[in-house]
């Protein structure tokens, strides 16, 4: 990870199916995610934004286009230069709408988990989850099960989790879409308590207008086009 940019697409375009089936996804995306930028992408559904997520987070490559993470280029069209489960697992972090706990698991197991399938050694792991339990304020559940916990506990598990192998960019999709208005600006700060501590780059995928002023950059999709926009960031 070499640069000051956490995230780097350009011309990034994704397109389904061929000739009168064909549908443009998402079309020239260009966007710059520094490190320790929190991100918003706004936008309707269907409007592509989930198509972009999915592209930079190596999981549905682009059609054309390229994705740098840290500097280094890592997809080129719909050529990944890298391992992408490898990378995605020791540099990119994943938050979802629902918080996605392994039920029969404790909040301490499911971070535990993320580390020790990169082969940390189990008193490492451990060590490690309870300091990010801890740093986001559920330590004190460490040994509750998922169903125990309040849908806040459970999305702040499951930021730890998405840190737990310190990746530069952390991707939330629909973070606050199950929590109230003051759960989900809690939730909204701590994203960027994350970037600006950690110099994490973060993109949060969000319906929710009211928390905008925490973000340091909005960007709107509408029908597969990106654009950047000021309205929102205070």
């Not at 972009?52 to 990944?80: C, H, K, M, Y």
């Amino acid at each position: 990870m070499r640069n000051g940019f956490a995230i780097e697409t350009k011309g990034l375009t994704k397109v389904y199916g061929s000739g009168n089936t064909e549908v443009v996804a998402m079309s020239n995306a260009d966007v710059t995610i520094r490190r320790g930028e929190v991100a918003a992408l706004l936008g309707p559904s269907g409007s592509g934004k989930s198509t972009f997520l999915t592209a930079i987070g190596l999981i549905n490559p682009p059609s054309a286009g390229q994705i740098r993470i840290g500097g280094e280029l890592v997809v080129d069209g719909p050529v990944a230069l890298r391992d992408a489960r490898s990378f995605r697992r020791k540099f990119i972090g994943f938050v979802f709408q629902k918080s996605n706990l392994i039920p029969f698991l404790s909040a301490i197991e499911n971070v535990r988990i993320a580390l020790e399938i990169n082969a940390w050694p189990a008193a490492a792991a451990r060590e490690r989850a309870m300091e990010l339990l801890d740093y986001l304020g559920v330590a004190d559940r460490a040994d509750h099960y998922p169903a125990t916990l309040s849908g806040g506990q459970q999305q702040r598990v499951a930021v730890a989790r998405a840190l737990a192998n310190q990746p530069s960019i952390i991707l939330a999709d629909e973070p606050t879409a199950a929590l109230d208005g003051r759960l989900g600006r809690q939730v909204m700060e701590l994203f960027r308590k994350l970037a600006h501590e950690h110099g994490t780059g973060v993109v949060v995928v969000t319906h929710d207008h009211r928390a905008l002023d925490v973000f340091d950059s909005v960007y709107e999709m509408e029908d597969g086009v990106i654009r950047r926009s000021e309205s929102g960031v205070q």
